[in-house]
């Protein structure tokens, strides 16, 4: 059996990062996270672009152009969507979701899903640095290792 799968080695490739900067506060530091992640392991700053969007809404359309330009190995999203008392919120994460998803399936660039959506701002706090680690550091490497994977499935 062949056996085809990605590492957390730095492949060359340039990663673009997409940030909301809606609750900044949450999202501020998932960044430092991913890019303490890219840098961990072996990514220089100089081959890493934040990109800073308005809202989660208007990361999908933001990831799509990014990918599209074929300047980039892997795409990071990075938001926080905590829900409120109006249905707001799930429209938000379905949009969020959906474009993420859909940048990546039209254009065969990975991008990486580390908006939070959470319940209460709690729980983004704990998923942004505390009880549960920072879900930026965790994008890193799930980029890291579909870039060498999709690299790996090139060859």
């Not at 940048?103 to 729980?123: H, N, R």
């Not at 640095?129 to 060498?148: C, D, I, P, Q, V």
């Amino acid at each position: 059996m062949n056996r085809i799968e990605g590492t957390y080695l730095d492949t060359g490739c340039r990663y673009a990062v997409v940030a909301a900067r809606f609750n900044d506060a949450i999202v501020k530091e998932l960044v430092e996270g991913c890019a303490d992640g890219l840098r961990r392991h072996g990514v220089h700053d100089d081959r890493i672009d934040l990109v800073w969007v308005p809202g989660a809404f208007e990361i999908g359309a933001t990831c799509h152009k990014l990918v599209a330009s074929g300047k980039y190995g892997a795409v990071i999203a990075l938001g926080a969507v905590i829900r409120g008392s109006t249905s707001h919120y799930d429209h938000v994460t379905g949009a969020v979701t959906s474009g993420v998803a859909a940048a990546s399936a039209q254009t065969g660039v990975p991008v990486v899903f580390g908006v939070l959506t959470t319940d209460t701002i709690e729980q983004a706090v704990e998923r942004a640095g505390t009880k549960h680690g920072n879900n930026g550091f965790k994008a890193a490497m799930t980029a890291l290792e579909m870039a060498s994977l999709f690299q790996a499935l090139e060859r």
